[in-house]
């Protein structure tokens, strides 16, 4: 690993932890639904709606190698 690539994952982790400090409710969010619904067939729907009132959603149903994916970076401590 190089000197860029160490500077990035440090940038990554402040950035993380800044996230986890503005919302802190979000990280217990995303440990109950890890451990209760990461399941094949489960369904994962976001919305997002911009200050100007725009609206987006989308879903996607989680299969077995979506899964192992987010098992990867639930290991990587986030």
């Not at 399941?39 to 987006?56: D, L, M, N, W």
């Amino acid at each position: 690993m190089n000197l860029n690539q160490i500077a990035m994952l440090q940038k990554f982790k402040s950035s993380i932890d800044q996230f986890r400090s503005n919302h802190p409710k979000f990280p217990m969010f995303v440990q109950a639904v890890a451990q209760d619904a990461l399941v094949e067939g489960t369904i994962i729907e976001i919305a997002v709606t911009s200050p100007g009132g725009k609206h987006y959603s989308s879903n996607i149903k989680l299969k077995e190698e979506d899964i192992e994916l987010m098992k990867m970076i639930q290991q990587m401590n986030v």
